[in-house]
């Protein structure tokens, strides 16, 4: 059903990691992990506009955690408007 899809059994997750990322010939990854849910639409063109306007600023991008989450971590949280939405990042 999906041709493009690789399936790759896990031997050594650092090795396996590096293989696929360094194999990739795509301008994003995207990670997913066996415990994650969508349960709505994610917006797919506010995670692209977001590392352009930051570009060289951050590293990577998360739907997981909002504002309210972060507030016992000691990194400062910057708010930024994307698209006319409101993004976070910290520092």
Known sequence: KYPDCIIIREKDFHTDCLNIINAAD???I???IDDVV??????????DQTFCQHQGRILGFTLRFS??????S???INES?????KVYSLN
């Open 26 to 28: 795509t301008k994003y």
């Open 30 to 32: 995207l990670f997913g």
């Open 38 to 47: 969508f349960f709505d639409s994610v917006d797919l063109d506010l995670i």
């Open 67 to 72: 504002p309210e989450s972060l507030k016992s």
């Open 74 to 76: 000691n990194d400062e």
């Open 81 to 85: 408007t994307v698209n006319n939405q």
